[in-house]
């Protein structure tokens, strides 16, 4: 499976800020996704990032909050933008298993929004 | 909307006993299933895949899918208190392939 590194690994930030995380893959992917998981909730989709295409995002979620880019098959970022106590959450990276039909997931990124 | 459920716990069991954790999901086309393990304050970790009826052990794992009930588990025999976590199940949605998760169930082994 791939080695995915996200940083920050955790970030405490004041509301209306934007905080950019990233995440690095040690092979080639053709997918990577962006996780949000709230509080003692499961993982909510936010979108997919394919290289070279602009990220396709699920309902609730929409780009203008949350800016993502793929330059190359190693690397995205997820912006959270303008953001609220609401924001506050784990925020993850997966890429998807290649052959395998998985997706293996980085370490997180936990933020919290004063 | 295409959905996977699970009990959320807490299952809470003695160590050395098995613990079965269960998990029914709503699209009847998808072909793919995982078990997740997320110890609290980490990321999920993949444990187990499942694409055919019938049961696949591996280790002290199997886990068991019944594509006609649409029902998948996952045995853990001789529960062990660093077992303890939260088993998400996720179903891979057979028409956009994206993997839909579970909210997940709570394991608690007793030493």
């Known amino acids: 499976s791939a080695v995915i590194s996200q940083k920050p690994s955790r970030d405490i930030c004041q509301r209306g800020t934007s905080l950019t995380i990233q995440c690095q893959v040690d092979s080639q992917v053709t997918m990577m996704f962006w996780y949000r998981q709230q509080p003692g909730q499961s993982l909510t989709l936010i979108a997919t990032a394919n290289q070279g295409s602009e990220a396709t995002y699920e309902s609730g979620f929409v780009i203008d909050k949350f800016p993502i880019s793929r330059p190359n098959l190693t690397f995205s970022t997820l912006t959270v933008s303008n953001m609220s106590p609401e924001d506050s959450s784990i925020y993850l990276c997966s890429v998807d298993g290649g052959t395998e039909e998985t997706q293996y997931f980085g370490p997180g990124t936990r933020l919290l929004v004063l | ?111």
């Open chain 2, 1 to 111: 909307q295409k959905e996977v459920e699970q009990n959320s716990g807490p299952l809470s069991v003695p160590e050395g006993a098995i613990a079965s954790l269960n998990c029914t999901y709503s699209d009847r086309v998808s072909q793919s299933f995982f078990w997740y393990r997320q110890y609290s304050g980490k990321s999920p970790e993949l444990i187990m895949s499942i694409y055919s009826n019938g049961d696949k052990e591996d280790g002290r794992f199997t886990a068991q899918l019944n594509k006609a009930s649409q029902y998948v588990s996952l045995l853990i025999r001789d529960s062990q208190p660093s077992d303890s976590a939260t088993y998400l199940c996720a179903v891979k949605d057979g028409a956009t392939n994206k993997l839909i998760f579970g909210t997940g169930t709570l394991l608690a082994v007793q030493p």
